[in-house]
Structures are given as structure tokens and as C-alpha cells.
């Protein structure tokens, strides 16, 4: 079992930056991917960006240039930096590991506000 923390959401203006951390239980983080997505009131929830085991990024194109996401294994950590945050950014951020060995685990979400 992976138990997943998600911090460091909030109210926010338009133009501003966060960073979202998810910290994992348990010794297994550094072999499994890890990815955030969000879900928009009356939206489907959406991958923002994934990070793998060796350190390989993907980030949908609507965040590209503006979101980054990273981790650290050492701190069992996986980190979304986001910048030049835009009303259309606000969403239950959530934060999701997995692998096709250890299975699938999902954090509680932390909330992005952005208001103009």
C-alpha cells in the first residue's frame, strides 16, 4: 500500500505561481510513475503531467512553458511547479503513482483557485 499527501494549493491570481508537492508513503516511490492530473467542476479529470521512474516529463500542451513537474526520491516527493497560473487552471489537483507491478494509488487532491 502507497498512501499519498498532496499540499500546497490555494487562492492564487491570474499570473501567479504555486507549486504542489505529493509526498508517498512506504520505500517503493522511486520505481513508480508518478502523475497529476485535475478535475474542473463539470469536467472530465485531466492529466497535467507524469514523470517516470528515470525522470522522463510529459506535460499536456496546456501547460507547457508554464507547469513543471519533477521529482525527488529521495524525499519520496513528486512536485508540480505552476506558473503564470490562469482562471482555466482552477481544479482539484490530484496526484497519482503507479506501475504495472505495485498497481495504482491516488492522493485526497488539493484545490487550485486561480481568480482574475
Known amino acids: 500500500q502507497v498512501q499519498l499527501a498532496e499540499s500546497g494549493g490555494g487562492l492564487v491570481q491570474a499570473g501567479g505561481s504555486l507549486r504542489l508537492s505529493c509526498v508517498a508513503s512506504?520505500?517503493?516511490?522511486?520505481?513508480?510513475?508518478a502523475r497529476w492530473y485535475r478535475q474542473a467542476p463539470g469536467k472530465e479529470r485531466e492529466l497535467v503531467a507524469s514523470?517516470?521512474?528515470?525522470?522522463?516529463?510529459y506535460h499536456t500542451d496546456s501547460v507547457k512553458g508554464r507547469f513543471t513537474i519533477s521529482r525527488d526520491n529521495a524525499k519520496n516527493t513528486v512536485y508540480l511547479q505552476m506558473n503564470s497560473l490562469k482562471p482555466e487552471d482552477t481544479a482539484l489537483y490530484s496526484c497519482?503513482?503507479?506501475?504495472?507491478?505495485?498497481?495504482?494509488?491516488w492522493g485526497q487532491g488539493t484545490q487550485v483557485t486561480v481568480h482574475s
Open positions: 497519482n503513482v503507479f506501475n504495472s507491478v505495485r498497481g495504482s494509488y
Open positions: 512506504g520505500n517503493i516511490f522511486s520505481s513508480l510513475i
Open positions: 514523470i517516470t521512474s528515470y525522470g522522463v516529463t
